[in-house]
């Protein structure tokens, strides 16, 4: 597609309940990240992906959160039994190649997420 | 404390005016990117600054990098409310494919 594709822009769920959230990169960019915004606490790190493995995963804050990604696209980050702190726009952003110094990244509009 | 650390927190200018932002890595640089991001979007790629001394500009917008400080910064021309935004700078901090970002300059330009 044109642009980095994220859905659902926003989700709002009870505490306790797994949720998805999608990201379908640009095509032909080969490296995807997924980001975590949250009020005052700047964009964090979650895990990057380069094709469909993940070399990097040292973001992922507890087990409770997983992400995949198939056939090099679409990707799939996971909260189970989600807590009111997992609230925060994630971001998702590709590139065509993960080499340093190529990390011109786009992002896509986030999904918000919720938690009451 | 943060590894990167930007100036000012925000910043509200008059249409017209000129501003500066600055972001300050306590680590060594090896590549520096500016992005922007309004609310309800995602991050705009502004520029990349790889070397030390280099100097990029995006419309009115201009930024250096001084690799000896470890800083760089953003300058903007003749504010217009579609500057408006929140200014992010991104680090590669060493030898791996994250970028380390700073927390943001919020930046409103009144009319």
């Known amino acids: 597609g044109a642009g980095v594709s994220q859905s659902p822009s926003n989700k709002v769920t009870e505490k306790g309940k797994d949720v998805e959230l999608r990201c379908d990169p640009i095509?032909?960019?080969?490296?995807l990240y997924w980001y975590r915004q949250s009020l005052g606490q700047g964009l964090e790190f979650l895990i990057y992906f380069q094709g469909n493995s993940a070399p990097d995963k040292s973001g992922l804050p507890s087990d409770r959160f997983s992400a995949e990604r198939t056939g090099g696209s679409v990707s799939t980050l996971t909260i189970q039994r989600t807590q009111q702190e997992d609230s925060a726009v994630y971001l998702c952003?590709?590139?065509?190649?993960?080499?340093?110094?190529?990390?011109?990244?786009?992002f896509g509009a986030g999904s918000r997420l919720t938690v009451l | 404390s943060q590894e990167l650390e930007q100036s000012p927190q925000s910043l509200i200018v008059q249409e017209g005016k000129n501003l500066t932002i600055n972001c300050t890595s306590s680590k060594t640089l090896y590549g520096l990117y500016w992005y922007k991001q309004k609310y309800g979007e995602g991050l705009i790629f502004l520029m990349m600054l790889q070397k030390g001394g280099e100097e990029k500009s995006h419309e009115k917008i201009t930024a250096k990098l001084d690799e000896k400080k470890q800083q760089s910064s953003l300058h903007i021309t003749a504010s217009q409310p579609s500057h408006a935004g929140i200014y992010l700078c991104?680090?590669?901090?060493?030898?791996?494919?994250?970028?380390?970002w700073g927390l943001g300059t919020s930046l409103a330009v009144n009319p």
């Open positions: 095509s032909g960019h080969t490296a």
């Open positions: 991104g680090v590669n901090a060493g030898n791996n494919r994250k970028l380390i």
């Open positions: 952003a590709s590139s065509r190649q993960g080499a340093m110094g190529a990390n011109v990244l786009t």
